[in-house]
């Protein structure tokens, strides 16, 4: 065997399988097709196909997206009406969260060196408090409200331990639409006191996230307030609220006590999705024009010419990529839905839905909250590829002797800093499957058969419920849930 090549074998090149390893393994992010087969079955007001398409693709998530997984699933399973199989699938959410408290070392290094897709995906605080919110609704459609209400001290909980944890109070540390599906539930099974404490904290919620939520305060929760306090004696809290309130339309608790109660939650639109930010940093002059040259020192997005990049870095071996994950907005165009009750006789009822989350807003502060220490790491795990590509290729010079050096040394630095640049990408993980914002309606009518009508219907709703025929009780309380993909 010629002896540059036995000390090559033997010397610093050997690391550069290693190398190869850690971009493989970088590539285990979300499947873009997966969420487009995804949304085009919701889009036709095919959940169930939704469902199976998550399920189908379970070896895409891999062992590092498990939660997103189950979080996927149990959502579209909501969507399909399989309420049970979404809780479950949900449960199992929610232990990998409790589970995720703890990483390995080797996982830690492998991100490191690569990028953050080689860490299990562990999810953002308001998808935790999601998690719980969902499992609350499946419970609630059923006519479970204890089940639910076992949700809800799960919300309670989670949001204390949170808020004990950030003590920011400009930062994510609470969450009004939670905290006020608790309260509705409290209310539905009859336990008012706790209803009022719940409603109460989630207009504090509202009230201390509206200046980044850009979510106002339901009107609903308002009356909310008026009732319970009424209804429970405060007259200090009632007296308040009412002064806070002068224009709000409410209804005592007394006079709804033969009522039934409609809740509508509507998930519209689609949740934002992650793409790459790449900064491409030259260190030195040669470099700059380079990175001008080929595309600028920022691109986003970022999908072209990769493996090209790759290559003219490589053999330029003086730029070092900064992968950051950045947020793309999918709005919905929907302002709000009416929903209309109609009784044997003809009657009907028609009430607004009012927006009462707005998802996309929590998963822009959550990412700017974390932003600072993606960048700081960023910047450390490229600064450390560079290094180990430049010890990398000196090494494989000084092996190869004088002779064999100059090729040696083109052919290792392109594929050392090749592999670098190669291997950094952003965290592009997210729960892609929630909704842009989410509508409540609630309506309180007299027991008897109803058809509901939800208006816009037709294109984007993803939910019979146009038409749909319901029976309701004095006290009853109903829960519907629709996914509107406009």
């Given at each position: 065997?010629n002896?540059i090549?036995?000390?090559?074998?033997?010397?610093?090149?050997?690391?550069?399988?290693?190398?190869?390893?850690?971009?493989?393994?970088?590539?285990?992010?979300?499947s873009?097709?997966?969420y487009?087969?995804?949304?085009?079955?919701l889009?036709?007001?095919?959940?169930?196909?939704?469902?199976a398409?998550?399920?189908?693709?379970?070896?895409?998530?891999?062992?590092?997206?498990?939660?997103?997984?189950?979080?996927?699933?149990g959502?579209?399973?909501?969507?399909?009406?399989?309420?049970?199989?979404?809780?479950?699938?949900?449960?199992?959410?929610e232990?990998?969260?409790?589970r995720?408290?703890?990483?390995?070392?080797?996982?830690?290094t492998a991100?490191?060196?690569t990028?953050?897709?080689t860490l299990?995906?562990e999810g953002?605080?308001?998808?935790?408090?999601?998690?719980?919110?969902?499992?609350?609704?499946?419970?609630?459609?059923?006519?479970?409200?204890?089940?639910?209400?076992?949700?809800?001290?799960?919300i309670?909980?989670?949001?204390?331990?949170?808020?004990?944890?950030?003590?920011d109070?400009?930062?994510?540390?609470?969450?009004?639409?939670?905290?006020?599906?608790?309260?509705?539930?409290y209310?539905?099974?009859g336990?008012?006191n706790?209803?009022f404490i719940?409603y109460r904290?989630?207009?504090?919620?509202?009230?201390?996230?509206?200046?980044?939520?850009?979510m106002?305060?339901?009107?609903?929760?308002?009356?909310?307030?008026?009732?319970?306090?009424?209804?429970?004696?405060?007259?200090?809290?009632?007296?308040e609220?009412?002064?806070a309130?002068?224009?709000?339309?409410?209804?005592?608790?007394?006079?709804?006590?033969?009522l039934?109660q409609?809740?509508?939650?509507?998930?519209?639109?689609?949740?934002?999705?992650?793409?790459?930010l790449?900064?491409?940093?030259?260190?030195?002059l040669?470099?700059?024009?380079?990175?001008?040259?080929?595309?600028?020192?920022?691109r986003?997005?970022?999908?072209?010419?990769?493996?090209?990049?790759?290559?003219l870095?490589?053999?330029?071996?003086?730029?070092?990529?900064?992968?950051?994950?950045?947020?793309?907005?999918?709005?919905?165009?929907?302002?709000?839905?009416?929903?209309l009750?109609?009784?044997?006789?003809?009657?009907?009822?028609?009430v607004?839905?009012?927006?009462?989350?707005?998802?996309?807003?929590?998963?822009?502060?959550?990412?700017s909250?974390?932003?600072?220490?993606?960048?700081?790491?960023?910047?450390?795990?490229?600064?450390?590829k560079?290094?180990?590509?430049?010890?990398?290729?000196?090494g494989?010079?000084y092996?190869?002797?004088?002779d064999?050096a100059?090729w040696?040394?083109?052919?290792?630095?392109?594929?050392?800093?090749?592999?670098?640049?190669?291997?950094e990408?952003a965290?592009?993980?997210?729960?892609?499957?929630?909704?842009?914002?989410i509508?409540?309606?609630?309506?309180?009518?007299?027991?008897?058969?109803?058809?509901?009508?939800?208006?816009?219907?037709?294109?984007?709703?993803?939910?019979?419920?146009?038409?749909?025929a319901?029976?309701?009780?004095?006290?009853?309380?109903?829960?519907?849930?629709?996914r509107?993909m406009?």
């Amino acid at each position: 065997m010629n002896p540059i090549l036995t000390r090559l074998a033997h010397g610093p090149i050997s690391s550069l399988p290693f190398l190869a390893v850690l971009v493989l393994l970088s590539g285990c992010g979300p499947s873009v097709n997966r969420y487009l087969l995804i949304e085009q079955s919701l889009v036709a007001g095919d959940p169930q196909r939704a469902a199976a398409i998550v399920e189908q693709t379970e070896k895409e998530y891999g062992a590092k997206g498990r939660l997103l997984y189950e979080m996927d699933r149990g959502m579209v399973l909501q969507l399909a009406g399989q309420y049970q199989q979404s809780s479950a699938a949900l449960e199992r959410a929610e232990e990998e969260v409790e589970r995720l408290y703890t990483r390995t070392i080797r996982s830690e290094t492998a991100a490191f060196l690569t990028n953050d897709n080689t860490l299990p995906y562990e999810g953002d605080a308001y998808e935790h408090v999601m998690i719980n919110v969902i499992k609350a609704l499946n419970y609630a459609a059923q006519g479970q409200l204890q089940e639910a209400l076992v949700e809800a001290r799960r919300i309670d909980h989670r949001l204390n331990v949170l808020s004990d944890r950030v003590t920011d109070a400009d930062q994510y540390r609470n969450d009004g639409f939670a905290r006020y599906v608790s309260g509705i539930l409290y209310e539905a099974t009859g336990d008012l006191n706790n209803a009022f404490i719940a409603y109460r904290n989630a207009y504090e919620a509202y009230g201390s996230m509206q200046g980044w939520s850009k979510m106002p305060t339901p009107s609903s929760l308002r009356s909310d307030l008026l009732r319970t306090a009424e209804a429970l004696g405060l007259t200090t809290e009632f007296a308040e609220y009412r002064q806070a309130f002068p224009d709000v339309e409410w209804q005592s608790s007394s006079s709804q006590e033969q009522l039934a109660q409609v809740v509508m939650i509507s998930y519209n639109g689609r949740a934002p999705r992650k793409e790459d930010l790449f900064l491409d940093l030259p260190i030195s002059l040669d470099a700059l024009q380079l990175v001008l040259i080929n595309r600028g020192v920022f691109r986003s997005p970022y999908q072209r010419n990769r493996a090209v990049d790759s290559v003219l870095y490589g053999l330029n071996g003086q730029v070092v990529r900064v992968a950051l994950p950045r947020l793309v907005a999918q709005k919905t165009r929907v302002v709000s839905e009416g929903m209309l009750l109609t009784d044997s006789l003809g009657h009907s009822v028609t009430v607004r839905s009012e927006p009462a989350q707005n998802v996309t807003a929590l998963a822009e502060k959550s990412l700017s909250e974390r932003l600072p220490a993606i960048t700081m790491k960023a910047l450390a795990r490229a600064a450390t590829k560079y290094a180990m590509a430049e010890s990398i290729t000196r090494g494989a010079q000084y092996a190869a002797g004088r002779d064999g050096a100059p090729w040696v040394g083109l052919v290792v630095a392109l594929l050392a800093h090749g592999l670098a640049v190669a291997s950094e990408e952003a965290d592009k993980r997210s729960w892609q499957t929630l909704p842009d914002e989410i509508h409540v309606a609630r309506a309180w009518v007299s027991p008897g058969q109803y058809q509901v009508s939800i208006r816009p219907p037709g294109q984007g709703v993803t939910t019979a419920k146009d038409g749909q025929a319901i029976a309701l009780t004095a006290g009853q309380t109903m829960f519907i849930i629709q996914r509107v993909m406009q």
